[in-house]
């Protein structure tokens, strides 16, 4: 998984812009350029509403600044130096209309060619007319833009100078020209608008190939908090102890211990003879004068009333016992339980703990400690809510039953590419922990491959198995698909067996790698070798398991590109499915059609460039390869729900729905689909210590997953702005209708029927929320939901709540 370096670089640098003024969206005034002369500043003494897009490597010789002492007017201007460097502001426009901006430029000692001229540019619409591009040193000249909304509504303003170009010997982007440029005074003049009367035809006769179950697939990596903190019930961290207790710092890499000591920094130290678990184990040096020492975490999640359980593994001197392993929740005399352990041997030994929560507490405290005498170690320790099930989260569980996804992808991602899979097999708590190969923090290694297959068993889902095709060998991976679908009878299968699980667990669909063509993905490597990789890999794989299906990594960033080409033409005989991925920011700025059109438009570009591999490689006739579109979502914003935990607004589960119609027209390429990811990081589920929540995106899934038919319906005629699409239910006894409403306007979407007769009355579910930046967290109620309402008189029109997604259900005659 990847925001893809593009993103990272062009789309993080207008982040503050489109946060800053997203908020605004449902307030800004249609068609006005907010602060066009730069006279108002913020606290920051910057431009209000004005963003500066730095270089994507930046370059200490270009700037942007405000200028206060020249102006076309008033005081201020925007100012560049040394080009390279922009300035942006994000426009509301009307949908389907034709614009003008203008704009005043003032140059200094521009070089004369045309790259390097200061002009203003439009992102996000179709420019008709070009900004005239100013050279030399010219005083204030008025130059202008002429443009087509086409199915946008906002646009970003873009006042530059010069252009980016990369340094001799690939280094890193420069500004290559020089000379300095002012801007002021913009302004924009709406020409003409297209009065929007939505209308279709449902040719009901006329279906495409059934939408694949699998679209409806998800994706859970090793990463922030979607295992752990999210599916697995642990509660807490750092449980084997890769950091030593109460350090911040370890192997140059910042991973904060969350396990402080107890009775003086002195009082543990870390011993790697005799360790459990890992490199290490804590030492507790007990003193003469009976001074508790020990070690202790905090920050628990703890609800009044409920029951908690699990254990801790001592071993240690006679003299050291008791030990107190305590649960507090509060800072009364009575807000905590404690349990005594009496006795402690040389050996280390499981001894069983049980508390009951006296009241809630988001900052529970768990500790280990003795007033004896000696010493002791503590190999490893756990806790968990007592209504787990089998490790997982009830709470969670019961979120995603709602999802009902048939498909889950895992373990990566990034994490896959430096991931030994073996770590995640045999007893859990001597599976060594780990730096996270790919991402910040610990794994764990508690939730691997048995682990998997019962989350997997919970949710009545199949499973889809990344391997390690980056730091990961061949032979690992053979492995690998042996212990999964081998019988008991073959070497990996006996050791199955051996770590509790006879029987074969079975898994159909395997990707060779994530990513591989991105050279963030550890073990990436060129094109040609890649291909040879994944030949190579795939073949091993059919040697073990002729009935498996193969998943290429495609290309992670562009919908279209030679990488994918080339691996399709060289590998198709070791193809079942293309593996693609697409993330989508607040790029134009946030209006809501523009938002919530960029995951279908995203979808189709990728359905439409694999449907010209089919018809222009000639080693794919007469093959079926689709793709798997097995990372999809947008990605901005604040991380409220730690490592990359997106928050989502009902504007992006309008995005989804729109997506899911997409799917209905793609049938014939995109055969599986992941939404990425389905906890927390990126997530259609947020958590928090002690409670889960379906996030917007999440009850989009829920309500298509339910609702909408399987057999996609051909339909004709204008129904901008709405995002249309028609199904018939799998017994073709109902057509369920889609209607997705980008605006903040009812419509009426007027329909004709061809093919069959639709009764007078139906039933309809709508999704929507107080407004487009509504959205659920976990411990309150939601308020992004879709809600049942039953639909009468029904005859040539459909009502079209302003800010929804809604799928109506009418039976057929």
């Known amino acids: 998984m990847k925001l893809s370096r593009l993103m990272l670089l062009a789309g993080m640098a207008i982040s503050t812009l489109a946060l800053s003024v997203a908020t605004l969206a449902p307030k800004q005034p249609v068609g006005e350029i907010l602060n066009p002369s730069i006279e108002i500043l913020d606290a920051n003494q910057q431009p209000a509403n004005w963003a500066m897009e730095p270089l994507a490597r930046g370059d200490a010789t270009s700037s942007a600044q405000v200028s206060s002492d020249v102006a076309h007017s008033g005081t201020r201007s925007l100012s560049i130096s040394a080009g390279g460097v922009s300035w942006l502001n994000k426009v509301l426009l009307k949908p389907y209309a034709t614009y003008k901006l203008t704009g005043w430029i003032k140059t200094q000692n521009v070089p004369a060619a045309s790259e390097a001229a200061a002009r203003f540019e439009l992102r996000g619409v179709k420019v008709t007319s070009p900004s005239r591009k100013i050279n030399g040193t010219q005083d204030w000249t008025n130059v202008e833009i002429s443009f087509d909304t086409e199915g946008q509504d906002s646009a970003i303003i873009v006042a530059t100078l010069g252009s980016r170009a990369p340094r001799l010997g690939g280094g890193a982007d420069a500004a290559v020209e020089a000379g300095k440029a002012w801007f002021d005074d913009l302004g924009l003049q709406l020409i003409s608008a297209r009065e929007l009367k939505p209308t279709i035809t449902i040719d009901a006769g006329k279906t495409r190939e059934p939408m694949p179950d699998l679209i409806y697939g998800q994706f859970i990596e090793h990463l922030g908090r979607s295992i752990y903190g999210g599916i697995w019930a642990e509660m807490l961290e750092d449980r084997k102890f890769y950091s030593a207790v109460g350090e911040i710092r370890r192997d140059k890499v910042y991973v904060p211990s969350p396990w402080k000591p107890i009775g003086g920094s002195s009082a543990v130290t870390m011993v790697t003879e005799n360790a459990y678990v890992g490199e290490h184990a804590p030492q507790v040096e007990l003193g ?116 009902n996804s048939p498909i889950y992808r895992w373990p990566g991602g990034n994490f896959v590419s430096g991931y030994n899979w073996t770590d995640g097999i045999g007893p859990r708590d001597k599976r060594p922990p780990r730096k996270n190969p790919a991402w910040t923090g610990i794994e764990h290694n508690d939730f691997g491959m048995h682990e998997y297959f019962d989350f997997l068993h919970e949710l009545n889902a199949q499973p889809f198995i990344a391997l390690n095709a980056g730091l990961g060998t061949v032979d690992s991976a053979v492995q690998e698909v042996q212990y999964v679908n081998g019988g008991p009878e073959t070497p990996m299968g006996k050791l199955r067996a051996k770590n509790g699980h006879s029987a074969a667990f079975h898994c159909t669909y395997w990707a060779v790698g994530n990513e591989m063509s991105g050279n963030w993905q550890l073990g990436s490597v060129p094109l040609k070798e ?214 903040y306007e009812t419509y009426h979407l007027a329909f004709r029927v061809v093919g069959t007769r639709l009764e007078a009355q139906g039933q309809s579910w709508i999704l929507t929320g107080p407004d487009d930046l509504a959205f659920n967290d976990p411990g309150k109620e939601p308020i992004v939901t879709f809600t049942e309402k039953p639909v009468k008189d029904i005859s040539d029109h459909l009502e079209i709540t302003p800010v929804s997604a809604t799928i109506f259900k009418i039976n057929a005659r």
Not at 718 to 726: G, I
């Open 288 to 403: 003469d004068d009976g001074v508790p020492k020990g070690i202790t975490q905090s920050g628990l999640g703890v609800v009044a009333g409920k029951g908690y359980k699990g254990y801790v593994i001592l071993a240690g001197d006679a003299s050291a016992a008791p030990i107190e392993v305590s649960l507090s929740w509060g800072s009364g005399e009575s807000d905590h339980q404690i349990v005594r352990i009496e006795k402690l041997t040389s050996e280390y030994i499981k001894y069983p703990v049980k508390f009951k929560a006296g009241s809630s507490s988001d900052d529970a405290v768990f500790s280990i400690i003795s007033k004896g005498k000696g010493k002791f170690l503590i190999g490893t320790s756990s806790l968990m809510p007592d209504d787990n099930i089998k490790g997982m989260r009830r709470d969670t569980l019961a979120q995603l039953k709602e999802l």
């Open 530 to 743: 890649f291909i040879q990789r994944h030949n190579t890999f795939s073949q091993a794989l059919l040697n073990v398991d002729k009935s498996i299906k193969l998943v290429a990594s495609g290309e992670a960033v562009r919908p279209s590109s030679d990488w994918d080409r080339q691996l399709l033409a060289n590998s198709a005989d070791y193809i079942d499915l293309i593996s693609k991925h697409f993330y989508r920011q607040d790029w134009h700025g946030g209006g809501l059609m523009t938002h919530q059109r960029q995951i279908g438009d995203a979808i189709r570009a990728i359905a439409d460039a694999h449907r010209n591999y089919l018809k222009t490689i000639p080693e794919l006739q007469g093959k079926n390869i689709r793709v798997s579109l097995d990372e999809w979502n947008y990605w901005y914003g604040p991380h409220v729900f730690g490592e990359l935990g997106t928050r989502y607004f009902l504007r992006d589960a309008l995005g989804i729905a729109g997506g899911i119609n997409e799917y209905s027209r793609d049938t014939d390429v995109i055969g599986m689909a992941c939404y990425a990811q389905t906890l927390n990081v990126i997530g259609a589920i947020k958590t928090s210590k002690t409670s889960a929540v379906l996030d917007s995106t999440g009850e989009a899934l829920v309500m298509y997953r339910r609702y909408f038919g399987t057999i996609p319906v051909e339909i004709t005629g204008a129904p901008e702005p709405l995002d249309v699409a028609v199904t018939w239910t799998a017994d073709k006894k109902s057509l369920t209708i889609s209607v997705v409403n980008p605006t």
